[in-house]
């Protein structure tokens, strides 16, 4: 089973940037790997996914211009650029990985997901 653990949340100011980190636990290279983030009282919503081979990219429109989502396949890890950041920004943020070869843009498209970090951004 993999274990995903992500790191790099913080508080910024608006216009700031942070780079959102996700460790898996073993080797990862047959996963897509999304990015979700789950507001206070809101659903969870995609963020931004990448193929297994990082060739094809999604992003929420929300997102889209700012964040960017990479992977070093060789030290199992996924990043989360964020760029430009808005208070609405302001959630947690999930790493998670998929055994689905589509634009895997549902929680339950799915099978493991990270604990989350906090990424708070205020005006």
């Known amino acids: 089973q993999v274990q995903l653990v992500e790191s790099g949340g913080g508080s910024v100011q608006a216009g700031e940037a942070l780079r959102l980190s996700c460790a898996a636990s073993e080797r990862f290279s047959g996963y897509t790997m999304g990015w979700f983030r789950q507001a206070l009282g809101k659903e969870r919503e995609f963020v931004a996914s990448i193929s297994w081979n990082g060739a094809t990219t999604h992003f929420a429109d929300s997102v889209k211009d700012r964040f960017t989502i990479s992977r070093d396949t060789a030290n199992n890890m996924v990043y989360l650029q964020m760029n430009s950041l808005k208070p609405e920004d302001t959630a947690f943020y999930h790493c998670?990985?998929?055994?689905?070869?589509?634009?895997?843009?549902?929680?339950?498209?799915?099978?493991?997901w990270g604990q989350g970090t906090q990424v708070t951004v205020s005006s």
């Open positions: 998670a990985a998929s055994k689905f070869t589509g634009w895997a843009r549902y929680p339950y498209d799915y099978d493991y």
